[in-house]
């Protein structure tokens, strides 16, 4: 990635985290119901039997109430996990409580990777994606790290679903060749198809 892109990014990337970490807790959780009052309406999330979710942290989309609410349903539930910080890779594995995810990697909650509960991609109806900036065609700004794109390469873009909020789009952002559109967008007040 050019040094001008990476830099473009970098600004996005701090403009938009400091407009997210500026909401309050009540707004963050009241969103996160309404967005989650939209996937349950999803016809692709009626018939999804395993569905990734992302372990939200401070002012994401808060993913908590979803995963549990999709294990009470009887839906298979993975989530990401880094066995380690060094080769980048990504992995899913499969849950079947929030506690299962004790592990601190990146400040972020995981679950311990054991074989047997490694998930494959092609196993996976719906992959709901973090993000910190997106525009209407689905490109995101994550958080710089990259694993992400890189988990994301083979993965239809039909099973990819962006939680963000309203304010979290905008009509230009810095796109890279390696970078990989979500198929669409659930935000509070509407839900985008992107491609």
């Not at 309404?34 to 395993?50: C, G, H, N, S, V």
């Not at 349903?73 to 980048?88: R, S, W, Y």
């Not at 905008?170 to 796109?175: N, W």
């Amino acid at each position: 990635m050019s040094d001008y892109l990476e830099l473009e990014k970098r600004k996005v990337r701090t403009e938009f985290l400091s407009l997210r970490n500026r909401m309050d807790s009540v707004s963050v959780a009241a969103y996160s119901v309404d967005i989650f009052a939209k996937i349950e309406m999803l016809a692709t999330y009626k018939k999804a039997r395993t569905v990734m979710f992302y372990l939200s942290c401070g002012s994401e989309v808060a993913t908590d109430s979803m995963i549990t609410s999709a294990i009470k349903e009887g839906k298979i539930v993975a989530v990401p996990a880094l066995k380690n910080t060094i080769d980048k890779q990504m992995q899913v594995v499969k849950i079947s409580r929030l506690e299962d995810a004790c592990q601190l990697v990146y400040g972020i909650r995981q679950p311990e990777i054991s074989p047997n509960d490694i998930v494959e991609k092609d196993d996976i109806d719906l992959v709901f994606v973090p993000g910190v900036a997106f525009n209407v065609l689905g490109y995101r700004i994550g958080y710089g790290k990259g694993y992400y794109d890189r988990w994301l390469e083979s993965v239809s873009i039909s099973k990819t679903i962006a939680l963000a909020y309203d304010f979290q789009i905008t009509k230009k952002l810095p796109i890279g060749k390696h970078d990989i559109p979500v198929g669409m967008i659930v935000t509070e007040r509407q839900i985008l198809k992107s491609h």
